[in-house]
């Protein structure tokens, strides 16, 4: 499987120091099973650690997960700004999941080579 984050989120991820590798190991527990919140409809809440500090006063990620043999991370907060995200935003993401379903490979792929997506490299997930 391979990922990917959006030109939002990857600004979000470099301002707070989340690194690819604490993407991909969230990816690789949600792929165990370890999901910290499945919120339907392709899209997951996973836990990142703030830098020097654990999980659980740290970010949450979320993730457009096993769309088309891919992960999309799409947006992040902290715990401290919101307890959690809003049934409207909740709807929102899972309409935009069902629009990352209908885009083909080479569509997203242009959308690599215009920048707005971002391939995070070297994920060593099983397909």
Same mark, same amino acid.
């Given at each position: &499987? @391979?990922?990917?984050?959006?030109?939002?989120?990857?600004?979000?991820?470099?301002?707070?120091?989340? +690194?690819? +590798?604490?993407? %991909? *190991?969230?990816?690789? @527990?949600?792929?165990?099973?370890?999901? *910290?919140? *499945?919120?339907?409809?392709?899209? !997951?809440?996973?836990? $990142?650690?703030?830098?020097?500090?654990?999980?659980? #006063?740290?970010?949450?990620? /979320?993730?457009?997960?096993?769309?088309?043999?891919?992960?999309?991370?799409?947006?992040?907060?902290?715990? +401290? @700004?919101?307890?959690? %995200?809003?049934? #409207?935003?909740?709807?929102? /993401?899972?309409? /935009?999941?069902?629009?990352?379903?209908?885009?083909?490979?080479?569509?997203? &792929?242009?959308? $690599?080579?215009?920048? %707005? /997506? !971002?391939?995070?490299? *070297?994920?060593?997930?099983?397909?």
């Amino acid at each position: &499987m @391979r990922i990917f984050k959006t030109k939002i989120f990857a600004k979000f991820a470099e301002k707070h120091a989340i +690194s690819d +590798s604490c993407l %991909i *190991d969230a990816v690789k @527990r949600a792929e165990k099973g370890l999901i *910290d919140a *499945d919120l339907g409809g392709n899209v !997951i809440k996973q836990r $990142v650690a703030r830098q020097g500090q654990g999980k659980s #006063s740290g970010y949450r990620v /979320l993730i457009l997960y096993r769309i088309n043999g891919a992960h999309y991370f799409i947006s992040g907060f902290s715990k +401290s @700004r919101y307890a959690n %995200i809003s049934k #409207s935003d909740e709807y929102a /993401l899972k309409l /935009l999941a069902e629009q990352y379903a209908m885009y083909s490979q080479e569509k997203m &792929m242009q959308w $690599v080579k215009l920048g %707005i /997506l !971002i391939e995070i490299p *070297d994920t060593n997930l099983q397909e």
